[in-house]
């Protein structure tokens, strides 16, 4: 399973472990990843995703799955939450 958010496309981040001697060693920042349930009001369905903490807030301040999804790039989105953003616009324009 890839460590990478599904809505924001957050990955590992490379960094140095940096001793008190000032010895650098090379390391991995890795997001922090939840798994969670959304629910997509305009669909009426909810969705298992696995996303980073810091998306999950940016979700709930933008305001909900749905208007996430309709401002993201899509080359941030995976491949199973691009579907959920077809059906959402299908479903935006047939309204």
Known sequence: ??????LSGVGPA??????????RTRRRFLPNLCDVTLASE???QSYKVRI????????????????YLLKAKDENL???VMKIKR???????AA
């Open 87 to 93: 059906a959402l616009k299908k479903k935006v324009a």
């Open 52 to 67: 980073a903490a810091k998306t999950l807030r940016s979700v709930d301040h933008v305001g909900g799955l749905d208007a």
């Open 14 to 23: 490379v960094g140095n472990n940096v001793s008190h001697a000032k010895n």
């Open 78 to 80: 995976s491949d199973k």
């Open 42 to 44: 305009a669909l009426g």
């Open 1 to 6: 399973m890839s460590r990478r958010c599904e």
